[in-house]
């Protein structure tokens, strides 16, 4: 049985286990953590956000879309901390039961939860929710797959 992890995962140690970089990562902190099983985390929400300068000049609204890629990114992160699975890569794969319901604007603590509703092999979902003050921002349940890390490529 996994047990909760009680140290805060930064964005340094959160970078060791996902490849995701600038302007892509998404999560800056891990408060929570039963890996494989459940995550809390956050994304601090700034003006300086590079999609801000087209979604929506004048009117900045963090896309729905990166919402749940946040939601996505910390579910990962919940899977790759266990021992069978370190060194490999999470995989979108689908997503069901998306629900907007508030906007996120910059200066937002963008909270972010996840929890595993099913695990059949590599192939999974996770229950996600993402709170701003701790209102409810989106819902989804995000489908994922683990998979080994593609070699190195060059072009």
Known sequence: ???????IID???IREIIPHRYPFL????????EPGLKAIGYKN?????????GHFPGNPIMPGVLIIEA???????TMLVKEEYKGMIGLFAGIDGVRFKKQVVPGDKLELYVEL????GPIGKFKGEAKVDGQLAAEAEVLFAIAPKPEDRKI
């Open 71 to 77: 939601l996505a990114q910390l579910g990962c992160v």
């Open 1 to 7: 049985m996994s047990t909760a992890v009680d140290t």
């Open 26 to 33: 998404l999560i800056d902190r891990i408060t929570y953590l």
């Open 117 to 120: 509703l099913k695990l059949k």
């Open 11 to 13: 964005v340094n140690k």
């Open 45 to 53: 929400v700034t003006t300086n956000e590079p999609f801000f300068q």
